[in-house]
């Protein structure tokens, strides 16, 4: 890693600057509980920073700036607050190649491939949610002659997103913006494993907004985000992350009955026709298993069901493509694949590689290399594996692994390969592969998912809706729709004329 290169100078320099605090009230805090926690980079296992350690008290005092804030925030015009997230939007694209740096070292990420792209979409959230503020719009209702009747929409209140650290500055831009847009003031708690990029875009949103209106703590889910959703100022939760912790927090909303949206777990099939394009259908299977992000993606192809007269072919293929890929330094240009985010990941990641290993009928590929640079020899790197021979009801195929590993399944029968894509807890996403346009709406009309791709697979994008079903959630955001049906409340006003 090369502190001679500007961008990552200045990350590290950040870590350092950014170490121990919380940002709310529009200043970086000091953390009130007197704790903290070490920041270490998966790739090399140094600390890099130190991060503030949230607690009850520090959630209080940043609610009472949140809910401060509100009111004022709420009164502006929706154009003149998207006005603002617009000018952070010029502000993040500015600041891209740092907080990109600042990403690859706190998570492991590799710089190209993952970390530069979700820092232009960070940015590009920001600018998509800042046009909308006109779209706040209420409806006339044609009840009574006599009668003025219409809707209104008005921000909630104050709410709390909490995020993960698997894709952290765009799952939080896809909570912060709508509703800062609608007129809410946000807590964000950042998720332990990925503080320091998070504080960072939060620092550079809070320069230009009112202060209280963007608010972040860090710290861990049972001391931080534990008060933080029981808190009874909060109007709202969005979460991304585990189902376990979803359900959590949906038990938390449901006390005090204030709404949620739920984006959680997924085991996103990808359906392979006969009649597919074999070298379009590996590009995409290559970007798909989202192994350029060590599969740490809810919307990772995890499950591919291939035909079988194109079964072999399509393993070999997609094992020369994923053997050409680098797996080394965040930082270097040259690295395609990182490390996994923790140990405790890494664990997980290799008890199912056992699993696999140890099943009958099963094969396993391991793919490219593992790095040998000496500082590297401790980094959480594992090899990609594609599984073969695994059954639709194995734990494999079942289970969300979030690591580099994906099961291919054959089949014969188109019906038997969409029955099986829709024998799964989750219902995140899916994408069909096949050159004849009856399979194609087939297959999309009966898959059970929330975001279904045909001959392409895109990552989530601002302006189309995204969210699950089934155990993958509740609500959609990334669009318009999540802005108006996830952070404001209709109100119905009636005017009697006569
Ligand atoms: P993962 O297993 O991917 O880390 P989690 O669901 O545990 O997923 O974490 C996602 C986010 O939820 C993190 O910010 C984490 O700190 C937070 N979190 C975990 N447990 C709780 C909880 N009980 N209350 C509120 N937030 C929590």
């Given at each position: 890693?090369?502190e ?13 600057r950014?170490?121990n605090?919380?940002?709310?009230g ?7 509980s007197g ?17 503030a ?5 520090d ?35 500015d ?16 710089i190209?491939t993952e970390?530069?792209v ?11 949610y ?14 009574a ?12 209140g104050v709410?709390?997103?909490?995020i993960?650290?698997?894709v952290?500055?765009?799952?939080m ?20 494993e ?21 608010n ?5 889910g049972?001391?931080?985000g534990t ?6 100022s ?5 979460f ?15 006390d ?7 984006e ?10 006969k ?20 599969g ?5 192809a995890?499950?591919?069901?291939v ?26 240009e ?16 290799k008890?199912?590689i ?15 290399r593992?790095p040998?640079?000496?500082e590297?020899k ?13 059954g639709?009801?194995?734990r ?5 692994i979030?690591?580099?590993?994906t099961c ?25 592969w ?7 709406l ?6 059970q998912a ?5 001959n ?14 089934k ?10 729709e999540?802005?108006?049906?996830h952070?404001?409340s209709k ?8």
């Amino acid at each position: 890693m090369t502190e001679s290169n500007p961008a990552i100078a200045a990350a590290v320099a950040h870590l350092r600057r950014l170490s121990n605090k919380h940002l709310y009230g529009g200043k970086l805090q000091d953390p009130i509980s007197g704790m903290a926690f070490p920041v270490v980079s998966p790739a090399t296992r140094k600390e890099v920073g130190s991060a503030a350690q949230g607690d009850a008290k520090d959630v209080e005092a940043a609610v009472r700036a949140a809910r401060a804030a509100q009111p004022a925030w709420a009164a502006m015009s929706p154009r003149a607050r998207g006005r603002q997230l617009v000018e952070a939007a010029k502000q993040l694209n500015d600041h891209t190649e740092e907080i990109a740096a600042l990403l690859a070292l706190e998570t492991g990420k590799a710089i190209r491939t993952e970390c530069r792209v979700e820092a232009k979409v960070l940015a590009d959230a920001f600018e998509f949610y800042g046009g909308l503020g006109s779209e706040l719009k209420g409806e006339t209702v044609p009840f009574a002659s006599n009668m003025l009747t219409f809707t209104q929409r008005e921000p909630i209140g104050v709410v709390a997103a909490i995020i993960p650290w698997n894709v952290p500055l765009l799952l939080m831009a896809l909570k912060i913006a709508p509703a800062m847009v609608a007129g809410n003031t946000v807590i964000v708690k950042s998720a332990e494993e990925a503080p320091m990029s998070t504080l960072y875009v939060v620092e550079i949103l809070s320069k230009l907004l009112p202060p209280g209106v963007v608010n972040i703590l860090s710290g861990d889910g049972p001391t931080c985000g534990t008060p933080l959703i029981s808190h009874p100022s909060i109007g709202k939760i969005t979460f991304t992350g585990s189902v376990a912790t979803g359900k959590i927090i949906a038990h938390a909303a449901a006390d005090r009955l204030i709404p949620t949206t739920l984006e959680l777990g997924g085991k996103s099939p990808m359906l392979v026709f006969k009649d597919a394009d074999l070298e379009r259908t590996v590009a995409g299977a290559v970007s798909g298993m989202r192994f350029t992000r060590q599969g740490q993606s809810c919307t990772a192809a995890s499950r591919i069901f291939v035909h079988n007269s194109l079964l072999d072919k399509f393993v070999q293929s997609l094992s020369d493509k994923v053997n050409a890929m680098v797996i080394g330094d965040p930082l270097d240009e040259k690295t395609d694949i990182g490390t996994i985010i923790s140990d405790q990941q890494y664990d997980r990641v290799k008890s199912y590689i056992a699993l696999g290993e140890q099943s009958k009928g099963v094969q396993a590929l391991h793919l490219s290399r593992l790095p040998q640079a000496p500082e590297l020899k401790n980094g959480l790197f594992i090899q990609p594996v594609i599984f073969t021979g695994v059954g639709n009801d194995d734990r494999l195929a079942r289970e969300e692994i979030f690591g580099p590993v994906t099961c291919v399944i054959g089949f014969d029968d188109d019906e038997d390969a969409i029955r099986m894509a829709n024998d799964s807890d989750f219902g995140l996403a899916a994408t069909v592969w096949t050159s004849d346009l009856k399979t194609a709406l087939n297959a999309t009309k009966r898959l059970q998912a929330g975001f279904v791709q045909v001959n392409q697979n895109i990552v989530v994008q601002p302006g189309l809706s995204y969210g699950g079903v089934k155990q993958s959630g509740l609500g959609k955001e990334a669009s318009l729709e999540a802005m108006l049906d996830h952070f404001t409340s209709k109100k119905t006003i009636i005017m009697n004329m006569d």
